[in-house]
């Protein structure tokens, strides 16, 4: 079977996974800019390596615990559609390979998260790591309205 990397990640304490390919950079976070009538998920934007990119608060877009900025909140960076986003996470801590027969498939009620994001459940010796699909995470809606924070 074929390993795949993924990029670990933590909310409220819970780890989290996503493909590394889908991975642009990893940054540390910086205070965005808030932008008025924008999606509630949405903390603003921010100038990342020149180029303005919407930032989108996971734990809010999950309805978890409030976000509490510390040194290891990162932002990880994708592309979707094209156009760059940047979620905000606790912390950002490895990158793992995971064997694909140790991915299976997610029980029902696993999680606090929606279902719909969650491809799977990797075992790491004694850790489990949801694998989350980053582009899933929004709407196509919300994907337009994204988009349409361009600034001028």
Same mark, same amino acid.
């Given at each position: 079977?074929?390993?795949?990397?993924?990029?670990?990640?933590?909310?409220?304490?819970?780890?989290?996974?996503?493909?590394?390919?889908?991975?642009?950079?990893? =940054?540390?976070?910086?205070?965005?800019?808030?932008?008025?009538?924008?999606?509630?998920?949405?903390? =603003?934007?921010?100038?990342?390596?020149?180029?303005?990119?919407?930032?989108?608060?996971?734990? %809010?877009?999950?309805?978890?615990?409030?976000?509490?900025?510390?040194?290891?909140?990162?932002?990880?960076?994708?592309?979707?559609?094209?156009?760059?986003?940047?979620?905000?996470?606790?912390?950002?801590?490895?990158?793992?390979?995971?064997?694909?027969?140790?991915?299976?498939? !997610?029980?029902?009620?696993?999680?606090?998260?929606?279902?719909?994001?969650? !491809? =799977?459940?990797? %075992?790491?010796?004694?850790?489990?790591?949801?694998?989350?699909?980053?582009?899933?995470?929004?709407?196509?809606?919300?994907?337009?309205?994204i988009e349409s924070l361009e600034v001028d």
């Amino acid at each position: 079977m074929a390993e795949k990397q993924f990029v670990v990640f933590k909310l409220d304490g819970e780890e989290y996974g996503i493909n590394i390919i889908n991975v642009k950079e990893i =940054g540390i976070y910086k205070e965005p800019v808030k932008i008025p009538n924008s999606p509630e998920f949405i903390e =603003g934007i921010i100038n990342y390596r020149g180029e303005v990119i919407p930032i989108v608060n996971l734990k %809010k877009r999950f309805n978890l615990n409030d976000l509490i900025i510390s040194n290891n909140t990162r932002v990880i960076i994708i592309n979707i559609n094209d156009k760059q986003v940047g979620f905000v996470v606790d912390e950002a801590s490895q990158t793992i390979r995971i064997d694909e027969e140790h991915i299976e498939n !997610t029980p029902e009620m696993v999680t606090r998260i929606d279902s719909e994001y969650i !491809t =799977g459940v990797g %075992k790491v010796e004694d850790r489990l790591i949801l694998i989350i699909d980053l582009e899933k995470v929004l709407t196509d809606s919300e994907k337009q309205k994204i988009e349409s924070l361009e600034v001028d």
